[in-house]
């Protein structure tokens, strides 16, 4: 009795297509249809790799690693300079997750940029942030505000020595005026100086130095008083928010 073989069952044809069909390896260009492109390294059809990503709209270029389909790694991205006719840089460093992650330089203008540490996008960690004024910020940053321990040095050569709180100074500090040879060192709220004590700091090289000098203050325990002074007004706040 002759014995009988089934077919192989095969595959549906769509099912082969698209697995060919799929873009893995390194592809010229490869073009949306927005007109958006894209040459660089693919896995299982997603970019992933190194590669160059133009965006049509934007004008915009993104050059660096890709994970995945999302900006992820090292990378740079630039813009369109209309009155120079070329590609400025806008932010070089790390990425994760398509998001600006980690150590990175971000340019806010021909004089004004950032260097320091990012978070979801937001400037978060240790930076240093040159504005275009002059005046340059150093220290901690939290959601894009200096938040914690930092220094600003205005253009002037005053700084700021201090704690900070949503992008404002805020707690204990000292501020050197340097311009009329004084240094104020107490408690602040809200960018408020409320109570501290000033004293006669490098008068004499001052470039503008105060036409009288602050007299020696005879007190036994000047900072007893001070921290009196800053407990009274921690408990008047309190009182003020109930």
């Given at each position: 009795?002759?014995?009988?073989?089934?077919?192989?069952?095969?595959?549906?044809?769509?099912?082969?297509?698209?697995?060919?069909?799929?873009?893995?390896?390194?592809?010229?260009q490869?073009?949306?249809?927005?007109?958006?492109?894209?040459?660089?390294?693919?896995?299982?059809?997603?970019?992933?790799?190194?590669?160059?990503?133009?965006w049509?709209?934007?004008?915009?270029?993104?050059?660096?690693?890709?994970?995945?389909?999302?900006?992820?790694?090292?990378?740079?991205?630039?813009?369109?300079?209309?009155?120079?006719?070329?590609?400025?840089?806008v932010?070089?460093?790390?990425?994760?997750?398509?998001?600006?992650?980690?150590?990175?330089i971000?340019?806010?203008?021909?004089?004004?940029?950032?260097?320091?540490?990012?978070?979801?996008?937001?400037?978060?960690?240790?930076?240093?942030?040159?504005?275009?004024?002059?005046?340059?910020?150093?220290?901690?940053?939290?959601?894009?505000?200096?938040?914690?321990?930092?220094?600003?040095?205005?253009?002037?050569?005053?700084?700021?020595?201090?704690?900070?709180?949503?992008?404002?100074?805020?707690g204990?500090?000292?501020?050197?005026?340097?311009?009329?040879?004084q240094?104020?060192?107490?408690?602040?709220?809200?960018?408020?100086?409320?109570?501290?004590?000033?004293?006669?700091?490098?008068?004499?090289?001052?470039?503008?130095?105060?036409?009288?000098?602050?007299?020696?203050?005879?007190?036994?325990?000047p900072?007893?008083?001070?921290?009196?002074?800053?407990?009274?007004?921690?408990?008047?706040?309190?009182?003020?928010?109930?």
């Amino acid at each position: 009795m002759p014995l009988s073989k089934c077919p192989k069952k095969s595959e549906t044809p769509w099912k082969e297509w698209d697995r060919k069909a799929q873009k893995n390896g390194l592809r010229h260009q490869v073009f949306a249809v927005n007109g958006d492109h894209y040459v660089g390294e693919w896995k299982d059809n997603m970019k992933h790799g190194k590669g160059t990503q133009f965006w049509k709209k934007k004008g915009a270029i993104y050059e660096g690693d890709w994970k995945y389909g999302k900006r992820d790694g090292y990378g740079t991205l630039s813009l369109p300079d209309q009155e120079a006719g070329k590609y400025q840089r806008v932010y070089s460093g790390w990425w994760k997750n398509n998001k600006k992650s980690g150590y990175g330089i971000q340019f806010y203008g021909p004089k004004e940029y950032y260097e320091g540490e990012w978070c979801g996008d937001q400037r978060s960690g240790w930076g240093r942030m040159y504005y275009s004024n002059g005046d340059i910020y150093e220290g901690q940053w939290w959601n894009d505000q200096h938040e914690g321990e930092g220094m600003l040095r205005l253009k002037n050569g005053n700084r700021y020595e201090g704690y900070w709180q949503r992008g404002m100074k805020n707690g204990h500090g000292r501020f050197f005026h340097l311009d009329h040879g004084q240094l104020f060192e107490g408690f602040w709220v809200d960018d408020v100086a409320k109570c501290g004590t000033m004293i006669d700091f490098g008068r004499d090289e001052a470039p503008q130095p105060t036409q009288f000098p602050i007299p020696e203050i005879k007190v036994l325990d000047p900072d007893g008083v001070l921290e009196e002074a800053l407990a009274m007004f921690k408990k008047t706040e309190e009182e003020e928010g109930e």
